[in-house]
């Protein structure tokens, strides 16, 4: 199963094996990741699954679709390598992926 | 104070339906909600985007989906507060006392939280000093234009709301349109007419950037905006608008001694009741084994807590299970004859 890492903006990490499949954002809700809220529940409707990708995995995601950019505007503080986890749905490519939660999510 | 059968918590489906459902038992409700409308997510998160799960229903909008609740429940000439956020919950023997933040006061032996994620707020500015301003030179709303003439005004934000106002307020006022990237969304129409006006040099757009720090002391004299290169530039503001959307706040529901479960708030799946007898929680703020999200289960939660909230309301009464189709009870509390 991939390696997917979450830090938190101190720099605490916590690295779990998430299922093909899932989210980011569930691959976080299910194991107790603090940071992602995912208030909407993954309809891409809240931007508090908010996340900023390490920047050498940006270009080995789907870009981003319109309505998750326009939603991101919306995020706590968004960066260029912002991207709402409920988008980016696991894959062996995506093995070692590190994703940082923003300071708060609102 | 107001004394009612049930009071229900939040307008989206699952409390309108809930209206319905207590309304065929002839149970009298009244309903608070913090948006200005009904509908809760429906309307406020996905008002265009189809839903393809409820039964019977095989496509419909979440604008949709609200407009035909309110239509079903009609009959029932149900109150609706709006633009108000219940505070407290106070326990009175079997009844409950229910305050909200404009001093509104129901009593009522049932209470059924149908509160999706929290109620709606919008999301805030996050620089220092932000809440210093907040409503005296800094808005997340325009109530009354009247208040925005003549000044200085920075916009920000990508969508509707900050187009709309900077097309609106540029008639009487400078505008300076702020958002963090080039592209707006909006309609066609709205965006033409943006670039219209900041051809024409009636109004200054600052893109891609981001609000660095507000500036001044009693009142807001200037903000410093920081563009993606680094370069920060001073402008000249004595008012600021931020439209950064809503977000969704579990708020005071947290302090009513309820047992919860990080956002949610533990059921029964019997008849959807909390720890606290009369309290009952339905659609997506409820957890129990196996609950799913879905507009459907909150149907189901609420029929089934409306039959507790009955025998509570009427405990010298029999309850008796009635099918709307043969039931003259029913068809009569639907002014159907």
């Given at each position: 199963m991939p390696k997917i890492t979450y830090k938190d903006n101190q720099d605490n990490s916590k690295t779990i094996e998430v299922e093909n499949g899932l989210t980011v954002m569930e691959g976080a809700i299910q194991n107790d990741i603090p940071g992602i809220d995912a208030d909407c529940g993954g309809s891409m409707a809240c931007a508090t699954c908010h996340v900023y990708v390490e920047e050498k995995w940006l270009d080995k995601l789907p870009k981003a679709e319109e309505a998750e950019v326009d939603m991101i505007d919306m995020a706590y503080e968004p960066k260029k390598n912002s991207r709402l986890s409920c988008q980016l749905i696991i894959s062996d490519e995506l093995d070692g992926l590190v994703v940082t939660t923003p300071e708060k999510q609102s | 104070m107001k004394k009612k059968d049930v009071v229900i918590i939040g307008a989206g489906p699952v409390g309108l339906f809930a209206i319905h459902q207590l309304g065929i038992k002839g149970l009298k409700a009244v309903v608070i909600d913090n948006l200005d409308k009904a509908g809760g997510q429906c309307i406020e998160l996905y008002p265009d985007k189809p839903i393809y799960d409820i039964p019977a229903v095989p496509e419909?909008?979440?604008?949709?989906?609200?407009?035909?609740?309110?239509?079903?429940?009609?009959?029932?000439?149900?109150?609706?507060?709006?633009?108000?956020?219940?505070?407290?919950?106070?326990?009175?023997?079997?009844?409950?006392?229910?305050?909200?933040?404009?001093?509104?006061?129901?009593?009522?032996?049932?209470?059924?939280?149908?509160?999706?994620?929290?109620?709606?707020?919008?999301?805030?500015?996050?620089?220092?000093?932000?809440?210093?301003?907040?409503?005296?030179?800094?808005?997340?709303?325009?109530?009354?234009?009247?208040?925005?003439?003549?000044?200085?005004?920075?916009?920000?934000?990508?969508?509707?709301?900050?187009?709309?106002?900077?097309?609106?307020?540029?008639?009487?006022?400078?505008?300076?349109?702020?958002?963090?990237?080039?592209?707006?969304?909006?309609?066609?129409?709205?965006?033409?007419?943006?670039?219209?006006?900041?051809?024409?040099?009636?109004?200054?757009?600052?893109?891609?950037?981001?609000?660095?720090?507000?500036?001044?002391?009693k009142n807001i004299e200037s903000i410093s905006i920081k563009f993606d290169d680094g370069k920060i530039e001073k402008i000249k503001t004595d008012t600021i608008l931020s439209f950064f959307g809503l977000i969704m706040k579990l708020g005071p529901i947290t302090e009513w001694g309820l047992n919860m479960n990080k956002k949610t708030i533990d059921v029964n799946s019997e008849n959807f009741e909390t720890n606290k007898k009369g309290i009952f929680a339905a659609g997506d703020i409820c957890s129990y084994p196996g609950k799913l999200k879905l507009i459907l289960s909150g149907f189901h939660e609420v029929a089934l807590a409306s039959v507790e909230c009955f025998k509570r309301a009427r405990p010298n009464e029999k309850y008796r299970f009635e099918f709307t189709t043969s039931s003259k009870n029913i068809q009569n509390r639907l002014g159907k004859k």
């Open positions: - | 419909c909008t979440g604008e949709e989906l609200t407009k035909n609740l309110l239509e079903q429940i009609k009959p029932f000439n149900t109150e609706f507060f709006y633009n108000e956020r219940v505070d407290e919950v106070k326990q009175d023997k079997d009844n409950w006392i229910v305050k909200t933040n404009k001093n509104n006061e129901f009593t009522a032996p049932n209470i059924i939280i149908a509160g999706g994620v929290g109620s709606f707020e919008p999301r805030k500015l996050s620089v220092k000093d932000a809440e210093k301003y907040e409503g005296k030179s800094l808005f997340y709303s325009v109530k009354n234009k009247d208040e925005f003439k003549n000044k200085n005004i920075s916009i920000f934000g990508g969508g509707d709301s900050a187009l709309d106002w900077t097309l609106e307020l540029s008639k009487f006022s400078k505008i300076t349109l702020i958002h963090r990237r080039s592209d707006f969304r909006g309609a066609p129409h709205t965006l033409s007419e943006i670039q219209k006006l900041e051809n024409e040099g009636k109004i200054s757009i600052k893109t891609p950037c981001q609000l660095d720090s507000i500036n001044g002391d």
